[in-house]
């Protein structure tokens, strides 16, 4: 992990600027923090002590299981909040956080802030629609997977977690979140290979044809 510094960190705050989100001056509070892919930005177990918006990149959310499995359950994009729910309550819920790809967060530390972010009408404000949306997407999520194959839901997924044009999941991962069997998931993997969708390389697969798996995952779209 590194935390920009200096004018890297001043030109950031001033590209991405989010002083909109609050009604006091957020910048002598904020740390500007890069996590390269496969890096935590939070271990599972860890109470987090930041409230992190992501400007760029991606990443994952998982869970361990008391049975020891660990599960896939959500995706981080930018312009969405991790920690939120730390912030308004004493319990700990947030779980292992991971970038899937080059991820760059602003960072709140609660210690020095989060008087201020409770008491700020603006902030509750986008904090409550964005929770709002998580909600709804969570939602859905559990209906797709009995209203559309899985050629729609894996289309997503494998757009969701491209790494620079590269689909690297490991494929129990995926068959535990899309909730299909292994068998199958080959299967579609094979198809989408054999429309030149993908090509695979090595052990991992490069998009070649983006467009037709934005088509395929344009079906799930909540409007």
Same mark, same amino acid.
């Given at each position: ?29 904020? /740390? ?6 496969? /890096?935590?930005?939070?271990? /599972? ?53 991971? #970038? ?38 969570? #939602? ?14 894996? #289309? ?60 395929? #995952? ?6």
């Amino acid at each position: 992990m590194e935390i920009y510094k200096n004018e890297k960190r001043k030109r950031y705050l001033e590209d991405h600027s989010i002083a909109h989100l609050f009604s006091f001056p957020i910048v002598e509070f904020v /740390e500007v923090r890069e996590y390269k892919r496969d /890096e935590w930005i939070i271990q /599972e177990g860890m109470r987090p002590d930041f409230l992190f918006y992501v400007i760029e990149g991606k990443a994952k959310i998982y869970i361990t299981h008391l049975n020891g499995k660990v599960s896939l359950i959500n995706f981080i994009n930018e312009n969405e909040f991790v920690g939120e729910m730390e912030l308004l309550n004493d319990v700990y819920y947030t779980k292992g956080i991971q #970038a899937t790809t080059k991820t760059v967060c602003f960072a709140l530390p609660f210690h020095r802030c989060r008087a201020q972010l409770l008491e700020d009408v603006v902030f509750l404000r986008e904090l409550t629609k964005f929770l709002s949306v998580k909600a709804t997407k969570m #939602a859905a999520k559990y209906s797709q997977t009995l209203a559309f194959p899985l050629e729609n839901r894996f #289309a997503e997924f494998i757009l969701q977690t491209a790494d620079e044009g590269v689909y690297k999941e490991k494929h129990i991962t995926v068959c535990d979140f899309l909730g299909v069997s292994y068998r199958h998931l080959l299967h579609v993997l094979a198809q989408f290979c054999d429309k030149g969708y993908l090509q695979k390389e090595g052990r991992h697969y490069r998009i070649i044809k983006k467009s037709a798996l934005v088509e395929l #995952a344009g079906m799930l779209r909540i409007e």
